[in-house]
Nanobody
Framework: QVQLVESGGGLVQPGGSLRLSCAAS????????MGWYRQAPGKQRELVAA???????NYADAVKGRFTISRDNAKKTVYLQMNSLKPEDTAVYYC?????????????WGQGTLVTVSS
């Protein structure tokens, strides 16, 4: 079992920055692929950024060049640095941990943290 706890959300003005954190329990965090997703009101949940256990990253086109995902395996934490925030970035941001192999698949979600970008 893995428990994920997000933090760092809040209200920020357009153009501002926030850093989200997702702290994980469990001893094998380093083997999980981690992702940040978001869900805006009335919209489907969408992938924002992901990082593999090996450190490879990918980003949604809407956030490329503005957001950076990173992980600290010693602290069992994944981060999302968000810069140049726009009102359309307003959403609940969720952390996800996944791991799959021969005959098994694990998929865990956090409870989410609200990011509001508004003047």
């Amino acid at each position: 079992q893995v428990q994920l706890v997000e933090s760092g959300g809040g209200l920020v003005q357009p153009g501002g920055s926030l850093r989200l954190s997702c702290a994980a329990s469990g001893s094998i965090f380093r083997f999980y692929a981690m992702g940040w997703y978001r869900q805006a009101p009335g919209k489907q949940r969408e992938l924002v950024a992901a990082i593999t256990s090996g450190g490879s990253t990918n980003y949604a086109d809407a956030v490329k060049g503005r957001f950076t995902i990173s992980r600290d395996n010693a602290k069992k934490t994944v981060y999302l640095q968000m810069n140049s925030l726009k009102p359309e970035d307003t959403a609940v941001y969720y952390c996800r941990a996944t791991m799959a192999g021969d005959g098994y698949e694990y998929d865990y979600w956090g409870q989410g943290t609200l990011v509001t970008v508004s003047s």
